[in-house]
C-alpha cells in the first residue's frame, strides 16, 4: 500500500456501527483500518476480508486501545506503511450496569479504560499526526450516558462524561488549526448482536424504524467528514423517533 493512500481509523470496529463506519469509508475510497482486542483478532480479519472482497480496502489491527505503547505503534505503522489518518474515529462502547454496590473498583476502572481513557490515547495520537497536515477528522461517539446518569450505569455514565468533556476540549483546542472533532449522541438501542440477543422482538422494532440502524449511524460519520468548516457539527444527537427524550 501506499503511504500517500488516506486511512479512516476505526478504534472499536466491532461486528455493527465500527463495521458500518468502515464499509461506509471504505467505499469513498479510504484505506478502512480497524481496530480491536486481539481477542477478537479473527472477527476483525473476517471484516476486513469482507470489506476487500468487495473491491475496497481494508487492514486488521489487532489493538488494545487502553495500552499507551500501543496505541503510538499503531498510529507510528499506520502513517509509515499504509496512508495518511485523515479520519479518526473512536468507537469503543463499554456498555454495563451494576448497582452502584455492586460496581467494584476494578469494573468501574476497566470501563472509565476502555470509554475514557482510551478515548484520550486515541485523540491524542491522531492530533499529533494530523497537526502537521492543518486537516482531519476526530469523531468520539458517545451514548445517552455522555448526558446524563441513570440507576445501574454510574461506570458507564462517568466514562461517558469524560469521553464528552474530552471532545468538548478537543475540538475548542484543534479547530482553530482546521482539525473536525465532533462527538455523537446514540440515543437509543442499536441493531446490533447485542441487542437482538436480548430482545425477541427486534424484528418489529426494525419494521417499526424504532431501533438505530448502524448504516445509518455511519452514513452520519461520513456527513461529518465532509461538512465545510463554515458549518461544522460539535454534538449530533442520532435516534429513533419513537426514542423518549
Wanted: hydrophobic share 45%; charged share 25%.
Amino acid at each position: 500500500m501506499s503511504t500517500t493512500k488516506k486511512v479512516c481509523l476505526v478504534i472499536g470496529a466491532g461486528d455493527d456501527t465500527g463495521a458500518a463506519i468502515g464499509r461506509v469509508f471504505a467505499e469513498q475510497g479510504f484505506v478502512a483500518c480497524l481496530v480491536r482486542r486481539e481477542r477478537h483478532a479473527e472477527a476483525l480479519e473476517a471484516l476486513a476480508k469482507s470489506i476487500r472482497d468487495n473491491g475496497f480496502e481494508a487492514v486488521a489491527l489487532p489493538t488494545d486501545a487502553r495500552d499507551e505503547d500501543a496505541m503510538i505503534s499503531l498510529f507510528d505503522k499506520i502513517e509509515a506503511e499504509i496512508g495518511t489518518i485523515e479520519v479518526c474515529v473512536f468507537n469503543i462502547g463499554a456498555n454495563v450496569r451494576f448497582s452502584i454496590t455492586e460496581t467494584t473498583a476494578q469494573v468501574y476502572r476497566k470501563v472509565w479504560e476502555m470509554a475514557g481513557f482510551a478515548g484520550f490515547l486515541t485523540g491524542r495520537e491522531a492530533a499529533k499526526r494530523m497537526l502537521p497536515r492543518g486537516r482531519g477528522t476526530i469523531i468520539f461517539t458517545g451514548a445517552t450516558a455522555s448526558n446524563r446518569g441513570s440507576s445501574g450505569f454510574a461506570a458507564f455514565a462517568g466514562a461517558k462524561h469524560a469521553l464528552k468533556a474530552l471532545a468538548q476540549s478537543m475540538a475548542r483546542e484543534l479547530g482553530p488549526k482546521n482539525i473536525h472533532v465532533a462527538h455523537t449522541i446514540i440515543d437509543g438501542m442499536i441493531d446490533s448482536n447485542f441487542i437482538r440477543e436480548l430482545l425477541p422482538n427486534v424484528d418489529q422494532a426494525r419494521d417499526e424504524d424504532a431501533i438505530v440502524n448502524p448504516e445509518h449511524i455511519a452514513a452520519q460519520y461520513l456527513m461529518l467528514h465532509q461538512q465545510p468548516r463554515t458549518a461544522w457539527t460539535f454534538e449530533l444527537d442520532l435516534r429513533p423517533w419513537k426514542e423518549n427524550w
